[in-house]
């Protein structure tokens, strides 16, 4: 998996017989002795990160399990049970439930830092690929966990959400029946909600071993985006261990201490009051809202006026990411040395933090209620709608003609000919530089 040549040598005589049989040490210390490009800076941490946040959310996970009832009459109070009698519940379900939000805030920053430094481009597609599938099953996994506690906001998210099915020409209706298990969201409806909870992260975990072995055999890209000659490695590459362990672990530690905050000062934060109310059909909540980190989605489902065309917009905004390799026109990988991409790049990373806020708030919120929402105010636009609208159409232009165009025609700063070059050299570094034109794909 590694893709490097082995440097192990068993030394005991059960190394050497297990060597033979199932080479399982070897295949940890060639991962220790991984050559990474020295360069590497906590952006580049997220990975492992993320690697503790999936296995805690599936330790935590099966815990719960323990003690959780998938059935409507019983759930609610389950979960409740789990908080006030079972020893340590309250701890396991807060490191669950916000897990859930630590997972996708260092989801967003490994992506942003994949986008940021071209690591979905050539000889990288298939890393980014794989990151973009498990990135839809993890919105999955997060959406069928949001309904199990069966709270108001459980119970109206998912007929929010599955009702999205039916708008589906022809096919809808017969689709949400059988995604539903019934008519209406109901017993069959949760139990299979939680089997499925419980499945996809172990599909993730699949997943994230593929994305490693497609990491592992493409190479690691670095903050500069060029890639070492076989000539260079001796100089510009160190081995992971002990040098990214300790790095990792560093900020592993700082991640954790922002996780406990959470945890045992406000565990309920980033939850919603309404989901300590059980579920109740009769009842509408005033204002239905998903979880922080479905936001800027739910804003673009909400973009369009059409249900069907809201639909499509959505998923669009996850699918443009699986073509990004192909859309971006640059041969320079990272932005450090593309400054015009770098201002659109700042500009989609506000996008998205006004697309969640936008999604946060009631769709027709109007400064004057009962005025059209395209009414002129005192100069300003009658509702907020029109700037969830800007920000979509800002998503798709991000993609679809920012890319490509600028790509083409930006005129990017030299690159440095090795990654040791801007630290070795001081401030004349790029004296020795190479157009970005001599970095070639692949
Ligand atoms: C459970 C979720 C994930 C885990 C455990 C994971 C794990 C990792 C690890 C350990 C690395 C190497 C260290 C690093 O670069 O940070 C990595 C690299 C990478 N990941 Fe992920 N990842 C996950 C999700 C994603 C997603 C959602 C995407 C994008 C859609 C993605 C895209 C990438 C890319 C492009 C690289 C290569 C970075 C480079 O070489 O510059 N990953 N991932």
Known sequence: MSGHESTYVPKTGVEKWLDTRLPIVRFGADYLALPTPKNLNYWYTFGAIL?????????????????????????????????RDVNGGWLIRYVHANGASMFFVAVYIHMLRGLYYGSYKAPREMIWILGCIIFFLMIATAFLGYVLPWGQMSYWGAEVITNLIGAIPL???????????????????LNRFFSLHYLLPFVIFGVVVLHLWALHTAGQNNPVGILIPKEREKKDMVPFHPYYTVKDGFALLIFLMMFSWFVFFMPNALGHADNYIPANPLVTPAHIVPEWYMLP?????????????????MFGAIGVLFILPWLDTSKVRSMRYRPTMKIFYMLFVLNGLILGWCGGQLPDAQVVPGMPSFTLIDGQLNSYLWLTRL????????FFVILP????????????????????????????AVPAQAEKKG
């Open 297 to 313: 989605f739910y804003a673009i489902l909400r973009a369009v006026p059409d249900k069907f065309g809201g639909v499509v917009a």
């Open 171 to 189: 096919i809808g209706e017969p689709v949400l029946i059988w995604l539903r298990g019934g008519p209406a969201i109901d017993n069959a409806t």
């Open 405 to 432: 165009f600028v790509g083409l025609r930006e005129t990017p700063l030299k690159i440095p000919a090795s990654i040791s070059e801007p630290v070795l050299s001081g401030p004349d570094a790029m004296s020795g």
């Open 391 to 398: 920000a979509t159409l800002y998503y798709f232009a991000f």
């Open 51 to 83: 690697s503790i946040c999936l296995v805690t959310q599936i330790a935590t996970g099966i815990f719960l399990a323990m003690h959780y009832q998938p059935n409507t009459a019983m759930a609610f109070a389950s979960v409740e049970r789990i908080m």
